[in-house]
């Protein structure tokens, strides 16, 4: 199995407040990715990096911003949780070994509730 | 806009019942179809990318085939334990995974 770390695995916050979620790599890969995985809408991203303090929007990245000033960390910060943000977080990592060994792991998830 | 439609929604079969799930896609320029598993509570796994129209891959019950619109997962004497979420993304060169809302199977004994 890849090696990939989220943290925590479960949190409830309320309304307003910052919330940092953590996903740590010991696999020396280049991309990281933050999803979000929400029923009717399956995994759609919020944020990735193509290395250290490069990273892009995806999709869905209001409300949210990320930072990566270490290879093998990527942090998701909400700046100000809400509701609509309650969902299943998953931060895949994945590397251009060749070309036929590109495809992304997937950490286990963060489920967060905002209350 | 890459889109990813997979289909059938939800599927159940009966243990030893073979049937396919469909992902179709639109993209410009498509560099690799990835098929992941995603058990309730745990992130998807990866099982197989397609490169080319014509390209299959098999593991166990599962082969995967892609044309220039669509992939299939074909399912042979399904196994309850083969009952998951399966998802299909498709990548355009930009190594950034977009994905369809996946296919719900479940496998009766």
């Known amino acids: 199995d890849a090696g990939i770390t989220q943290s925590p695995r479960h949190k409830v916050t309320e309304t307003g407040t910052p919330v940092t979620l953590r996903c740590h790599q010991t696999?020396?890969?280049?991309?990281m990715y933050w999803y979000r995985q929400d029923p009717g809408h399956g995994l759609r991203l919020i944020h990735y990096?193509?290395?250290?303090?490069?990273?892009d929007k995806g999709e869905v990245s209001d409300g949210y911003s990320v930072s990566r000033s270490k290879t093998e960390d990527f942090l998701l910060t909400l700046e100000s949780a809400t509701s609509s943000q309650t969902s299943v977080y998953f931060c895949?990592?994945?590397?251009?070994?060749?070309?036929?060994?590109?495809?992304?792991?997937f950490g286990q998830g963060t489920r967060l509730t905002v209350v | 806009e890459d889109q990813v439609t997979q289909s059938p929604e939800a599927l159940r079969l009966q243990e030893g019942e073979s049937s396919s799930l469909n992902c179709s896609y639109t993209?410009?320029?498509?560099?690799?179809l990835f098929w992941y598993r995603q058990d309730p509570g745990k992130g998807p796994e990866f099982l197989f990318t397609?490169?080319?129209a014509g390209e299959e891959k098999e593991k166990e019950r599962l082969k995967a085939t892609l044309t220039k619109k669509e992939s299939f997962l074909h399912i042979t004497a399904p196994k309850p334990e083969d009952s998951a979420t399966y998802l299909c993304?498709?990548?355009?060169?930009?190594?950034?995974?977009?994905f369809g809302r996946g296919t719900s199977l479940i496998v009766h004994p």
């Open positions: 993209v410009s320029g498509l560099r690799g």
């Open positions: 993304a498709v990548d355009r060169g930009s190594y950034i995974p977009t």
């Open positions: 990096s193509y290395g250290v303090k490069d990273t």
């Open positions: 895949a990592i994945s590397e251009i070994l060749g070309l036929d060994d590109t495809e992304a792991f």
């Open positions: 696999e020396n890969h280049r991309y």
């Open positions: 397609l490169y080319s």
